[in-house]
Structure formats: structure tokens, C-alpha cells
């Protein structure tokens, strides 16, 4: 018997599929606030909401900056956006930052206790992947939604490589992306960039915060 059908043979997180879709429809630029006092991480925040990029991660590998992860969700629940928890790689950090007000999750890496945490307590998630086994294994777990990282090192041309055997997934380069490179990733095939570095003018990256086409 011929299987036809090969697009996805597991069962995809249909919600979560949904929410970074809808997501990165209206942005292709998550901004990832990194080791910030919670005032200076909500000025950059604002900054960044106010330039268009409506995908805002503040990471949490460092337990201290869960203050700040929950004063910058608190004012994206102000505005009805809601603030992505970046760096959680550990199980016990989805609860702190479900706690903190993190309205979806992104990891740098790969683990089933994080994926199946987030998904108990409906939290949108996505995970890191940086090899053809660990893009396999994702969507085992039903992750359609994909963090290349560290996009710099990998490069455009393995996002193109791996898109050749995995049609299904829907890459956001990370790690090292800026706005001289965020082009060459996005003709690739990723669907919006991850950036740390600050964005001094907005209207230069007014191409990201728009809509993708």
C-alpha cells in the first residue's frame, strides 16, 4: 500500500500551529529582550510595539529576570499583546514563566518535559532545533513552528537545505540575525527573524514589522 499523505503523519499542536501563525502574519521580526532591568526592558518594548513588531520575547535563563519578564507581559497585557518567555530549556521554568505572565514559550533547544509542560497548560511553543534529527523529532512532538538557532553560524543556506526534506516546518531565525542580514534569512524561507541587538531606527525595519507577504 502507497501512503499519498506525507505532509505531516503525526498530530500537530492545532493551537499552538494557529497562534504563531497568526503571530508572524502580522509581524516578521520577534524582538528578544535579553538580560534587562525590567524598566529599560519595558522602554524597549513599547519601542518595539510602537515601531510595529507585535512579537516580543523577554529570556529567562537567568531566574532574576522573571521580574522582568512579568513587568513587560504586564504591559503587554495593557495593551493586548501578549509577551513570549525566551530560554526556557528546563522544565520547571515553564511554570515560572506561565506564572510571570508569559503568554507563549521559545527555547533554544529540543526537550520533551518543556514541550510537554507547554502544551498542558496551553502555552504556544517553540522549540530550537539545529539538526535534521532534532527538526524530525519536533515534529514527533507536533512543533510546527521552529527556532533556528544560532541562525548565524547555520547560515541561509542550511535553512534552505533542510527545507527540502522538511516542507512542513516554519522557520524564525535566532542568534546573530541583524537588520543587515534579516533579508537573506527571510528569502530563504523563514517566515520572521529573531533579534537582540536593539533597534535604533525603526523606520529601517519597518520591511520586518509590516505583514508577510
Same mark, same amino acid.
Given at each position: 500500500m502507497i501512503v499519498t499523505d506525507t505532509a505531516w503523519p503525526y498530530s500537530p499542536n492545532e493551537h499552538e500551529d494557529r497562534y504563531f501563525a497568526? %503571530? &508572524? !502574519? @502580522?509581524?516578521? %521580526? *520577534?524582538?528578544? *529582550?535579553? $538580560?534587562l532591568d525590567p524598566e529599560e526592558a519595558v522602554r524597549r518594548a513599547i519601542a518595539a510595539w510602537d515601531g510595529g513588531a507585535v512579537a516580543v520575547e523577554v529570556t529567562i535563563a537567568d531566574p532574576t529576570h522573571l521580574a522582568t519578564l512579568q513587568a513587560v507581559a504586564r504591559e503587554g497585557t495593557a495593551r493586548g499583546i501578549a509577551v513570549g518567555a525566551g530560554s526556557v530549556y528546563r522544565h520547571a521554568q515553564v511554570s515560572a514563566a506561565a506564572t510571570a505572565g508569559a503568554? &507563549?514559550?521559545? =527555547?533554544?533547544s529540543l526537550d520533551d518535559g518543556v514541550s510537554r509542560a507547554c502544551r498542558e497548560r496551553g502555552l504556544p511553543h517553540m522549540p530550537g532545533v539545529a539538526t535534521a534529527s532534532e527538526i !524530525?523529532? =519536533? /515534529?514527533?512532538l507536533g512543533h510546527r513552528w521552529l527556532k533556528v538557532f544560532p541562525a548565524r553560524e547555520l547560515g541561509s543556506s542550511w535553512i534552505r537545505a533542510m527545507s527540502g526534506p522538511f516542507p512542513w516546518a516554519r522557520w524564525i531565525a535566532t542568534g546573530g540575525v541583524t537588520l543587515d542580514s534579516a533579508a537573506e534569512f527571510l528569502a530563504a524561507g523563514c517566515a520572521a527573524?529573531?533579534? $537582540? /541587538?536593539?533597534? $535604533?531606527?525603526? +523606520?529601517? !525595519? @519597518? +520591511? *520586518?514589522t509590516g505583514a508577510a507577504t
Open positions: 497568526d %503571530l &508572524f !502574519a @502580522r509581524t516578521r %521580526l *520577534l524582538v528578544v *529582550l535579553r $538580560g503568554g &507563549f514559550v521559545v =527555547a533554544p !524530525a523529532h =519536533a /515534529e514527533r527573524v529573531g533579534m $537582540g /541587538e536593539p533597534v $535604533g531606527d525603526w +523606520s529601517a !525595519a @519597518r +520591511s *520586518l
